[in-house]
């Protein structure tokens, strides 16, 4: 590493407030879909990495309104699942409750079961906007077409247009499965609908690290990546917090905080604070990696995004007690340092 | 609450040329200059230059939201500087017809390294250029982020969604086709996502794109300080707060086709209410 870059990522950790671009709250575990790919492992009794588990509409309500008082979280909350319209009263109501607090843009993703039939999902739609949904992110590829009808795609992304809410189609692809081999499935005068699609590779990560082939999967950008510029304040279906939606989210161990047990804004504030937290959103989970490493344990070097590195790495009860060790044991060594220091200083008076 | 100004941290800029095709505004000289002074404003206002609110500083971008040719963008390429020494990102929209063209010089264009991100524009009316899946590789290879404006079914015709070099990268697909839509919105939502600060072809500004030309209800001009600008005084034409923050109070339930611009059915009602009005909103 250039001294430059060191001096760079070392300005980020010590003077950078870490900042949210959403509230995230998975309100439930549960999906009526069980994808191959799906990061958050969701089926029909839950999560296969945190367990069935709902948070309830009480603590979901005061984190919406704690959430909005912290200036570091942009006023965007995605309220969501597993699949968040399997229980559509109480993802409305919260939707409601982030429109009445203020939050600017309150979304939500979703695999457009419920538009199944188009009658319905018009009407659907017209609630969901009514309740103060601004935008919908309606998930589409190769591996939800086991459990969704494309014509149910189609027609959620129909009934968003009716009603005035921006959809944006998510399609994930890999080797094998093209974003035209996802698209080509829907209708095609709904896709001119769209407000905007956004396309990226599948990631090996929940039940995609079993279930889809190693072989198939892009690798996306590299492992000296770091993702501050990328956070999204989430709470799981469990309460526990990360500062991150793309697999920090579904580990079993809690790391930062519950919801259930403490405010948000002092939970915001430990994780602001946490060096662990710290090093990996602006240095990067690679150099966690490499503080890992030290203490003897290997780390494989066989990822595909820093966000797969990461899921594996906090997925794994070794590597998160060989880091807490290495953490600690740098904090030793810099009180040690200092000490050294002091003592020098009176030797020399 | 979150405060007003943080709308404002991105320019959307809109060209317009000449009959010969030379780009007629807004003056790029000044808007060299005004993107400086833009900066300082966001800065000092927000509270970054005192050391605080630091995390205000993520996802500022002044684009080009015209899509313009390659020859285009030599007199845009001091702006493009400007930005990269303010630490602003830099975006265009490229015709992606044009690009094709003289691919090379695209690619050159996308090395210089002034440019984060790229939408790709195409009309409905043509199938795409062969090379498109290179242009847009090339441009993912430079670590661009890429957008493709046009319609679904020219790309899905194309192949450029299954070639390799652009399936599997983070691409974001834009489809513009104009459609008539079939009902009237029964709940007005905030404007705040949709707020930037746009520069028009004269250099008129404002917060929104459902705005654009309506010059009783401007914000400014790129010629003025900022403290001429509604941006400075703090008052104007407009309620700017309450749009953030409700919505425009437009006419709900108005039984009322619309031809859609691309805009939110909501940006294109209020903005057809305004218009009637000749007025305020």
């Known amino acids: 590493m250039t001294r430059r870059n060191l001096e760079e990522e070392l300005a980020l950790v010590h003077e950078m407030p870490m900042s949210f671009n959403a509230l995230v709250i998975e309100y439930t575990s549960r999906c009526n879909a069980k994808c191959a790919m799906c990061y958050q492992a969701a089926g029909p009794q839950g999560s296969d990495l945190i367990g069935k588990a709902t948070l309830d509409v009480q603590t979901a309500e005061r984190v919406i309104r704690e959430a909005i008082e912290i200036e570091t979280v942009a006023p965007r909350c995605h309220i969501t699942g597993g699949e968040g319209f399997l229980n559509a009263g109480t993802l409305l109501h919260l939707v409601g409750v982030a429109r009445d607090v203020g939050f600017a843009d309150v979304t939500t993703t979703t695999n457009g079961f419920w538009a199944r039939d188009l009658a319905h999902g018009v009407a659907m739609a017209a609630r969901a906007r009514k309740a103060g949904m601004t935008s919908m992110e309606i998930s589409w590829d190769y591996w939800h077409e086991p459990y969704i009808s494309a014509d149910a795609v189609s027609n959620s992304l129909e009934a968003c247009f009716d009603a005035g809410i921006e959809a944006n189609l998510r399609i994930l692809s890999s080797r094998s499965h093209s974003y035209a081999d996802a698209l080509r499935g829907l209708r095609p005068d709904v896709l001119e609908l769209v407000g905007r699609i956004t396309c990226a590779p599948v990631m090996p990560t929940g039940r995609g690290a079993t279930e889809v082939p190693p072989g198939d999967v892009y690798a996306q950008g590299t492992l000296d990546d770091s993702c501050h510029g990328m956070l999204n304040l989430t709470v799981n279906a469990r309460g526990s917090v990360s500062p991150c939606c793309s697999g920090l989210d579904q580990i079993a161990e809690q790391l930062f905080g519950n919801v259930t047990e403490r405010p948000l804004r002092e939970i915001v504030e430990a994780l602001d604070r946490s060096l662990l937290a710290r090093v990996l959103v602006f240095r990067g989970v690679g150099a966690l990696a490499t503080m890992i490493e030290e203490t003897g344990v290997r780390v494989d070097g066989r990822y595909t995004s820093i966000c797969h590195q990461c899921w594996s790495m906090f997925s794994d009860t070794t590597m998160i007690l060989a880091l807490e060790d290495a953490l600690q044991r740098r904090r030793e060594l810099g009180l040690q340092r200092a000490l050294d220091g002091m003592r020098q200083h009176v030797v020399t008076a | 609450m979150h405060p007003l100004i943080e709308a404002f941290r991105s320019v959307a800029v809109f060209l317009d040329e000449d009959e010969a095709g030379r780009t007629t505004g807004p003056d790029l000289g000044a808007l060299a200059r005004w993107v ?32 313009i040719r390659l020859e285009q963008w030599e007199g845009l390429r001091a702006v493009a500087g400007v930005c990269q020494a303010l630490g602003v990102g830099w975006g265009l929209t490229l015709d992606g017809r044009d690009a094709s063209r003289d691919a090379e010089a695209a690619r050159s264009m996308f090395a210089e390294g002034l440019i984060q991100a790229v939408a790709l524009s195409y009309g409905p009316d043509e199938a795409l250029p062969a090379n498109t899946a290179d242009l847009v590789a090339a441009a993912f290879d430079l670590n661009l982020r890429v957008t493709l404006v046009g319609s679904m079914r020219r790309f899905l015709e194309s192949g450029v969604l299954s070639a390799p070099g652009v399936n599997g990268r983070h691409l974001t697909l834009e489809p513009t086709l104009p459609v008539t839509l079939r009902d009237v919105l029964d709940a007005s939502e905030p404007c705040f996502r949709r707020f930037r600060v746009l520069v028009d072809p004269s250099g008129d500004l404002y917060p929104c794109a459902g705005l654009l030309g309506l010059r009783h209800l401007r914000l400014g001009n790129i010629s003025e300080s900022f403290e001429e600008t509604v941006f400075g005084r703090g008052r104007g034409p407009l309620e700017l707060n309450a ?39």
Do not use: F, K, N
């Open chain 2, 36 to 67: 400086v002074a833009w900066d300082a404003w966001y800065r000092r206002t927000t509270g970054i230059d005192a050391g605080r609110r630091r995390h205000l500083m993520y996802r500022r971008e002044v684009g080009v939201a015209t899509a």
């Open chain 2, 243 to 281: 749009l953030a923050t409700c919505g425009p109070a437009i006419g709900l339930g108005r039984d009322q086709p619309v031809t859609s611009t691309g805009l939110p059915l909501l940006c294109d009602l209020h903005r057809a209410q305004l218009e009637e009005a000749g007025g305020p909103a």
